[in-house]
């Protein structure tokens, strides 16, 4: 782990792709930012992951390439995460769940192999959904 601060507020996308497809997935990324002329000025993290078998996890069952892209919490962001977020799609990107995406549990549930199941596990413990705001009401399909 590399830890430092971060006094900068800021926006944050990140998907992890098949460890196999993170280095083309990254170079359309870049293309797709340059012919677009997209003001961007935060680095692009990368890394790759090894396979885990936690339900939720981005790595669940494959080694994984994460990508984040950010932008100054002050500036739009929709623009450029609007335009990077179907070339994670292409490559069948699992979101991170505590980041910016835009998928519903109809896709989520398509790209992670366990989501059904930890859904019938969240509908036992909490039947009248109790902590759903309409984020997680989206993202979970209650």
Known sequence: MLTHPRPVRFNEMEYTVP???GPECLRELLR????????????????????DDVWLSMFHRRPGFS??????????????????????WKYEGRPHWGKLHGLDS????ALYPRFRDFLEVRRALDPRGHPVNAH???VLGV
């Open 136 to 138: 997680l009401g989206t």
């Open 32 to 51: 797709t930012i340059r012919e677009r002329e997209l003001p961007i000025c935060f680095p692009i993290e990368c890394r790759f992951v090894r396979e």
């Open 106 to 109: 109809s896709r989520l549930a």
């Open 19 to 21: 460890a196999e497809a």
């Open 67 to 88: 990508i984040s892209v950010h932008q100054f919490a002050d500036e739009d962001f929709e623009e450029y995460f609007a335009a990077v977020e179907p070339i994670f």
